[in-house]
């Protein structure tokens, strides 16, 4: 069998590690804004600051400062004070003319987004709302 031992001495090498390309400084105002934008993605929060680093080290500094990508917060269910006030409010205006409601809209509690985004996504600490 052959065996190659110039594999193996640049496997028992010590390892240095890489020159971070970001600095202390850069580090902390990285995380102040990703603490102040938190809907934005890296590309854009690389761009508001001016990094010369990759999309890859922008994400790193945020995972290593423990924020994470979470969705936001799913709306509450009804409950039974919410129907007694909803059936309140039907009652207190079931007299009203047809000019009283074309000037209403009534969306049956969907979210609409403005934009073709899709799904919303935030960055921040676990544990956190």
């Known amino acids: 069998m052959f065996y190659n031992t110039e594999c193996v001495i640049?496997?028992?090498k010590e390892r240095r590690p890489r020159q971070r390309v970001t600095t202390h400084h850069e580090d902390k105002e990285?995380?102040?804004a990703v603490l102040h934008m938190p809907f934005k993605p890296a590309t854009e929060i690389k761009e508001a600051m001016g990094l010369q680093a990759s999309m890859s080290t922008v994400r790193r500094r945020r995972h290593s400062a423990g924020i994470h990508h979470q969705t936001p917060a799913k709306t509450e269910r009804l409950t039974?004070?919410?129907r007694t006030a909803r059936l309140a409010f039907a009652e207190q205006y079931v007299d009203k003319g047809m000019e009283f409601w074309?000037?209403?809209?009534?969306t049956d509690e969907k979210t609409f987004n403005s934009s073709n985004h899709g799904r919303i996504h935030i960055w921040r600490s676990n544990n956190t709302r």
Request: no cysteine.
């Open 10 to 12: 640049t496997l028992n």
């Open 30 to 32: 990285l995380l102040q």
């Open 80 to 82: 039974d004070a919410h």
């Open 102 to 106: 074309d000037r209403k809209v009534f």
